[in-house]
């Protein structure tokens, strides 16, 4: 299980002081849930996401997976571990427009030994209902791109998946499949974190904290 | 880890600018390769080439001059050798042959050259191509390039090639024999019996009054001045013997292959700033083609720190960023010494055409070295880009700033 302790994180601000992006007592979403957080622009949901993910460490406090404690490893196991327990979604998908769907969705299997690594993306995209015979990305829809990017977060069968604003640039239908899609990633027992204020998405979660100014509170 | 699939990824991206690349490194190791290889080319086929004249003696002047006219044909005024001194070395004895040899005329451009048999013989490699040997005033032999085809008959041109008073010959020739290739310019030749170039400039036949022949011996008391004479020592003792012989007051003679070792000594040091001026060129292009990459690579800033957060270690960001450099330059280098391949034939064969000098550029160790030199050089600079992308922060990246 994730969870984060006693974290505070400030930034420099521009007049030279610092300002304090993220100061949260304990967040611990539960494996089996969709957590989200939601909150206006700059509140820091996006560097929470970060700080979950090993990519920020804090100046103060803790983020353990279990008995780990991820700021105490050095980076390069700090980078397997993120392989192996997290799966990353971004609001803009991030994919390698070059590249194939289903080279786009295996492509963490290019700096990881994984065996089956095509098999299982394509299983994935399969699941997922991308049309893998497309060749090219830009052929895909902007729901079908997202699914894409889910399906590269999940290839190692991560537990935690963290989604930074996923729906924010969906129409209604695709945010739709993808609550729906997360649900499902919940139901299989996954950690689902979710950045975002789309209504769509919040209604489906299972617990609702909202961020301001770099604190966590209960949703009403 | 396999950066291979993103480095396809961006190379397709940026097809043009990388092909553009590519072909400019290949162009640059191109040229500088096929000048190091066509200077190596060139001394190799001037040696060749005067490797059949075993001794030069001619009146005291240069040697450089002397090798220019006899050697490579090449128009120009010498002194003549003549009387007493002539005389002792036509009767060389430690000589298989002493030939004279005659210039002055030409036939379309080509020079005509008096001369007799035994050099003949002698520069065909011992036997002629085709035909036989000139025995009458008028038959000539050619060389295996000339135009001229055995059967034809002509009229020289007094004069040599580029001279502007040219005057036709009365005496029509006919061609007997073709000489084998030698790689010099007396491919083009047309080679007379010495007494034709006597005769028509009126300087007797050169077997005293009222005497003719064809070849030696000669009469050493009325035989005319000329411009030098081609010795065939009978061992290399006699070589270094008759060398020393001869190099009195009144006559110079020297092996060609000391000449021109004395000439590429002369050239060495440009040889080396060539070189040096080659991988100078291509460590600049190859420095600014970086920058170029150093553009790009910013460009994908965010994409790179997207593979971090999805679990890529630092290293293989680096890997990608270098092996995406590296094959440029590399791919560039390799093509580079196809297109040197490619150029060298070219030039050499214009060059040949020119200079008459059969020459053969290949490609060697030092072009190789070039190449090598150069993929080293760009494999050490692509560590800059990956160096530069392996120390950016990931989350500031990801946030696109
Ligand atoms: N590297 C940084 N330096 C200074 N300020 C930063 C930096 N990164 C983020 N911030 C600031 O931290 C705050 C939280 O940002 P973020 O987590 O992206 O908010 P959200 O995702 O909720 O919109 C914002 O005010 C943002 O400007
Ligand atoms: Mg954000």
């Known amino acids: 299980m994730l969870v984060a302790e006693d974290i505070a994180l400030a930034f420099a601000d521009a007049g030279g002081g610092s300002f304090t992006a993220l100061d949260v007592a304990r967040f611990a979403p539960e494996p089996g849930r969709i957590t989200a957080i939601s909150g206006p622009s700059g509140s820091g949901k996006s560097t929470l996401l970060y700080v979950l993910a090993g990519l920020l460490p804090p100046q103060r406090g803790t983020v353990r997976d279990d008995a780990v404690s991820i700021y105490q490893l050095r980076e390069g196991r700090r980078d397997a571990w993120r392989r192996r327990r997290i799966g990353f979604i971004f609001q803009d998908f991030h994919l390698v427009p070059e590249l194939s769907p289903l080279a786009n969705a295996s492509l963490p299997a290019t700096f990881a030994r994984a065996g089956g690594a095509r098999q299982r993306a394509a299983a994935l995209l399969g699941e997922l209902g991308v049309p893998t015979a497309r060749r090219s990305i830009e052929l895909l829809s902007r729901g079908e791109r997202q699914r894409v990017a889910i399906a590269r977060a999940l ?7 963290l989604a930074d604003e996923p729906s924010a640039s969906l129409d209604r239908a695709a945010a739709t ?20 204020h789309d209504d769509t998405l919040l209604a489906a979660a299972d617990r609702h904290w909202r961020l301001d100014h770099g604190k966590l509170r209960t949703a009403a | 880890m396999n950066p291979l699939p993103l480095v396809i990824a961006l190379a397709r991206r940026h097809a043009v600018v990388c092909t553009a690349f ?12 096929a000048i ?22 001619a009146a005291p002047g240069s040697q450089t001059d002397m090798l220019l006219r006899v050697v490579f044909l090449q128009p120009g005024s010498v002194e003549l050798l003549a009387g007493e001194p002539l005389q002792r070395a036509m009767a060389e004895q430690r000589a298989a042959f002493v030939a004279p040899i005659g210039f002055g005329d030409s036939y379309r451009g080509d020079p005509v050259v008096g001369t007799i048999a035994a050099l003949v013989e002698h520069l065909s490699g011992g036997a002629l191509a085709e035909g036989r040997m000139f025995s009458a005033l008028t038959e000539v032999v050619v060389g295996a390039r000339s135009p001229l085809a055995i059967g034809d008959t002509f009229q020289a041109t007094h004069g040599l090639p580029n001279e502007l008073a040219e005057t036709e010959h009365a005496q029509e020739l006919v061609v007997v024999g073709r000489m084998t290739e030698t790689g010099t310019p007396w491919d083009r030749a047309v080679l007379t ?26 009469d050493l008391a009325t035989m005319p001045g000329v411009p030098a004479l081609v010795m065939k020592p009978e061992s290399l003792a006699a070589a270094y013997g008759l060398r020393s012989q001869y190099r009195t007051t009144e006559t110079m003679a020297f092996f ?20 040096a001026l080659a991988i100078a060129t291509a460590v600049l292009l190859v420095a600014a083609i970086l920058a170029g ?9 965010q994409r790179f720190a997207v593979l971090r957060a999805l679990g890529a270690p630092r290293i293989y960001v680096f890997a990608v960023a270098w092996t995406f450099s590296f094959g440029l330059i590399g791919l560039g280098s390799l093509l580079g010494l196809g297109a040197a391949a490619a150029l060298s034939g070219t030039v050499s064969a214009i060059l040949s055409n020119a200079s ?19 993929a080293a050089i760009g494999a050490v600079l692509a560590l800059i880009p990956a160096a530069l992308l392996y120390r950016r922060p990931v989350v500031e990246a990801l946030r696109g700033t």
């Open chain 1, 155 to 161: 290839l190692f069968d991560p537990p935690v998946i």
């Open chain 2, 36 to 57: 190091t290889a066509q200077e190596r080319a060139l001394r190799s086929g001037s040696a060749r080439a005067s490797d059949r004249f075993d001794l030069i003696v």
């Open chain 1, 177 to 196: 499949e993808l609550t729906a899609v997360l649900r499902r990633l919940a139901k299989d027992g996954r950690t689902v974190v979710l950045a975002s």
């Open chain 2, 356 to 374: 008459g000098i059969a020459l053969s550029a290949r490609l060697g160790g030092t072009e190789i070295l070039l190449a090598l030199a150069l």
């Open chain 2, 193 to 218: 019996p010495i007494e034709l170039t006597w005769e028509v400039h009126g300087l007797g036949s050169g077997h005293g009054e009222g005497a003719y022949a064809i070849g030696p011996p000669f």
């Open chain 2, 256 to 275: 060609p292959a000391e000449v021109l070792v004395q000439l590429y000594a002369l050239l060495g040091d440009a040889r080396v700033v060539m070189s």
């Open chain 2, 293 to 301: 990459i150093l553009i790009l690579m910013r460009l994908y800033r």
């Open chain 2, 22 to 33: 590519v072909v400019l490194i290949a162009l640059t190791i191109g040229i500088g390769a």
